[in-house]
């Protein structure tokens, strides 16, 4: 059974960086597309950010230009490079994957972005 757990969120102020870290098992991770989600309060699960098997990526409008999704098959993990993070990027950050036919999803990392 495929599981996913996060790190690496935390407190940063405007304008800042982070780094979110995904590490998968219980599947063969280089196979599949690998994505994150983030919820932020009172708001529901959004699409950040998607890598595929082959190399592909595609980002949220929201935070083009600002975040790199990249994954490093020989680890297991995706990752998620935020910078010039904004107010509105304070969210619960899911990684996410699908495997045969079924959904799976972390516990979850919180980014709070406030000065």
């Known amino acids: 059974q495929a599981q996913l757990v996060e790190s690496g969120g935390g407190l940063v102020q405007p304008g800042g960086s982070l780094r979110l870290s995904c590490v998968a098992s219980?599947?063969?991770?280089?196979?599949?597309?690998m994505s994150w989600y983030r919820q932020g309060p009172g708001k529901e699960r959004e699409f950040v950010a998607f890598?595929?098997?082959?190399?592909?990526?595609k980002y949220s409008d929201s935070v083009k230009g600002r975040f790199t999704i990249s994954r490093d098959n020989a680890k297991n993990t995706v990752y998620l490079q935020m910078n010039s993070l904004k107010a509105e990027d304070t969210a619960v950050y899911f990684c996410?994957?699908?495997?045969?036919?079924?959904?799976?999803w972390g516990p979850g990392t919180q980014v709070t972005v406030s000065s």
């Open positions: 996410n994957t699908d495997v045969g036919g079924s959904s799976y």
């Open positions: 890598s595929t098997n082959t190399g592909n990526t």
């Open positions: 219980g599947f063969t991770f280089r196979w599949y597309t």
